[in-house]
């Protein structure tokens, strides 16, 4: 056998066409903002079919088209069937075929060693968001972490920035949900784009849009939504706390400002204010590369219409500035006074809003080292003390995903490095592993499904059997646990007994609803509004707008801007932001149309380039060689990869990632995705 990926049982089109047919609800627990509910047709056991259902009403009987797809990873030629053993070269990707119990008892031993030989701090278990199911991360996983001592993992690769301003300016109240944008009067979509990440809110702003609101879009390309906007604003990557500075200036300084609701609601509005007015319209829209008037334009829609909603993405938050560009964002409802109406005020991950602070996992988190999932390069070639000996990979594809891959990459072909990949297919970094192991799809298994756009949580139910000899995370962990003499004899060891305990440590109404099979709710409902049914969750339910903490470990304070990194021989600005084709980097196995960069025309002029020609985009960190896309739906002077790329999706097996820096972010310690600087030639001059 050449690799366990390569022992496929068929794609979703070789579906059997006779057979029992049934249609299965579940819902999707991926790391997408709208944990839509799902009916699954399944014939003979096959998944056949995979379409929305109206359990969650936000769905509305639609979902992407990422997973519709969904069936062909579960029997793609990609998929992992059984525990494996690496039989070649690291990234070579040949592996022997073992049993799980011969696998298990090869990782726990290797455990063991590796504590008695360099510490705990020695493993570092690797995970982000393959799921957002609250089984399949933070639980049985966390637990063996804690208790056996490991490194710990920031996982900081996303939603870091936004989640720090987040927590210290609201304690993350939650957020204005969908159905309450057609309220608004203004919606100011930044940094974000639902079309391709999220569609499910995008019905919901056209509604809002048709009822008369005004729609602007901060975005450095123009997508769907950009174009319908009334205003789109092409910033600068980067530069997003320049111009929201700017619109706090334009509300102190017009007499816009809410001072009652600042006066009993806030703190530190007089701080804002002084590193607001340095920021006139003139000098923001020149350091984002806009027009003036279109600032002044959004500045006054602001100040004078109400309802007004700011949806604050993820894309401002991927630079040197991100953090204070989420703090200067989200602090404009409160100085513009737009909290207390349906339809007013923010909205961001409604990932907390639940208050679930995972009960379940009863062990402490132990004083070990902290090492940030930006960092996995670094951690890999140059840590000490003590090195990274043994990673465990789950729920991620860091080869791909995350900054400076070729450091990351270098690190992953250690051969003193002993690496498990534990996946559902081969990715990029499964290729690296000295033992891979088959994991369980969402299809596979029960899970919690929480959305973090509308408030729903649901209890995900298993559709098919588990595909070869997959098992779920909790049955892994748990396994591993036991073998390691961790878990108590009454604590759960696999799946079905963590569904019980889950369910038991929900709040009350919350578990029972669950089991019932009907939909949940908080006690402050499913549509709350700001300041009336719900309020910051800081010490003193205020809003903390200068908070002393971020304001001490930002590298130059808080609401300040540091300077764009280009120079002369890297002028462009590469942004990877989410595509229509992957969660994430989820599904980027698939087989897709040529990837390719796009670019404003303008720049390509200026290079000699032209549509569909090969190129290298490249820094000192790396290159990329892809073709060439040049269209107008990009501000000049940027240019834009898609994220979430495997490594087969470029000519040369280098993705965005070859070609941003480690540094991090403002606040946080997040990735600066955005803060790639480039320069693009033809590959046939190279
Ligand atoms: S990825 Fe998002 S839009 Fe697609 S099915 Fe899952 S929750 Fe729905």
Redesign the pocket.
């Known amino acids: 056998m050449a690799t366990p990926a390569n022992r496929t049982s068929g794609h979703l089109r070789d579906a059997p066409s006779v057979g029992p047919t049934s249609v299965v609800e579940t819902s999707?627990p991926?790391d997408?903002p709208?944990?839509?509910s799902l009916a699954v047709t399944v014939r003979s056991g096959r998944v056949i079919n995979i379409d929305g259902s109206h359990k969650n009403p936000v769905t509305e009987g639609f979902?992407?088209a990422?997973?519709r797809k969904f069936g062909e990873r579960v029997y793609g030629p990609d998929r992992i069937l059984h525990p494996a053993i690496r039989k070649g070269r690291k990234g070579e990707g040949r592996f022997k075929r073992v049993l799980w119990d011969e696998a298990l008892e090869l990782i726990a031993d290797t455990f063991r060693n590796t504590k008695a030989a360099a510490g705990g701090a020695s493993i570092l278990p690797f995970s982000y968001g393959g799921s957002n199911g609250l089984l399949t991360q933070d639980n049985l996983d966390a637990q063996l972490w804690r208790r056996f001592g490991t490194s710990r993992l920031a996982r900081t690769v996303c939603a870091a920035p936004t989640g720090a301003a987040n927590m210290a300016l609201y304690g993350k109240m939650p957020s204005v949900t969908f159905q309450d944008y057609p309220e608004a009067a203004l919606i100011i979509l930044w940094g974000v784009n639902p079309s391709a990440s999220?569609?499910?809110l995008v019905p919901y702003v056209r509604e809002a849009q048709k009822r008369g609101a005004k729609l602007v879009v901060v975005d450095p390309r123009t997508t769907a939504l950009g174009r319908a906007a009334d205003v789109h604003l092409a910033v600068k990557p980067g530069t997003d706390v320049a111009v929201a500075l700017a619109i706090h200036r334009h509300l102190f300084t017009t007499g816009h400002a809410d001072e009652a609701f600042l006066g009993s609601h806030t703190h530190g509005a007089d701080r804002l204010r002084e590193r607001a007015e340095p920021w006139t319209i003139e000098r923001a829209a020149e350091v984002a590369g806009i027009e003036a008037a279109a600032l002044e334009r959004v500045a006054r829609f602001y100040a004078e219409r109400s309802p007004a909603l700011i949806r604050c993405g993820w894309g401002l938050e991927r630079n040197r500035n991100g953090g204070n560009a989420a703090m200067a964002v989200l602090a404009l409802p409160a100085v513009g006074g737009k909290f207390g109406v349906r339809g007013g005020g923010y909205a961001m991950s409604n990932s907390a809003s639940w208050g679930l602070d995972n009960t379940w996992i009863d062990s402490p988190e132990p004083e070990t080292r902290l090492v940030n999932m930006n960092h996995l390069g670094r951690a890999l070639t140059e840590y000490d003390d003590p090195p990274v000996k043994l990673l465990f990979v789950y729920n991620c594809n860091p080869a791909a995903t995350i900054p400076d891959q070729r450091r990351v990459i270098r690190g992953l072909e250690r051969e003193d490095l002993f690496t498990v990949v534990f996946e559902q297919v081969m990715t990029d970094t499964a290729l690296y592993a000295d033992v891979v192991l088959p994991a369980t799809t969402f299809l596979e298994g029960y899970d919690f499904a929480k959305a973090y756009g509308p408030i729903y949580l649901d209890l995900a139910r298993p559709v098919i059997d588990a595909v070869g000899e997959a098992r779920s995370n909790a049955d892994v962990f748990g396994e591993l646990g036991t073998r390691l003499g961790l878990l108590g004899e009454d604590e759960p060891k696999g799946e079905l007994d963590l569904v019980v305990r889950v369910l038991d440590a929900l709040p009350e109404t919350i578990g029972e609803d669950l089991r019932a099979g009907a939909r949940p709710s908080p006690p402050f409902g499913t549509a709350p509004v700001q300041f009336v049914d719900v309020f910051p969750n800081t010490p003193d339910r205020k809003v903390d707008l200068f908070p002393a903490a971020l304001e001490s470990s930002a590298p130059i304070g808080l609401y300040r801007f540091q300077p764009d990194p280009a120079n002369e021989r890297y002028p462009l600005a590469l942004i990877s932001p989410a595509s229509d084709r992957t969660?994430s980097s989820t599904l980027g196995e698939l087989p897709r149309p040529d990837v390719k960069l796009l670019m404003h025309p303008g720049d390509a002029e200026a290079r000699g380039l032209a549509e569909g020609d090969l190129v290298r985009v490249f820094n000192d960190l790396g290159e990329v060689h892809c073709p060439l896309n040049v269209a107008a739906a990009i501000r000049r002077g940027t240019v834009s990869l898609p994220k979430g790329l495997w490594r087969r999706s470029t000519r040369n097996g280098a993705t965005a990632t070859a070609l941003v820096p480690d540094a991090l972010t403002d606040l946080g310690g997040g990735a600066c995705f955005n803060d790639a600087r480039v320069q693009v030639a033809s590959l046939a001059t190279a």
Do not use: R
């Open positions: 999707c991926l997408c709208d944990a839509c979902i992407c990422k997973v999220g569609i499910h969660i």
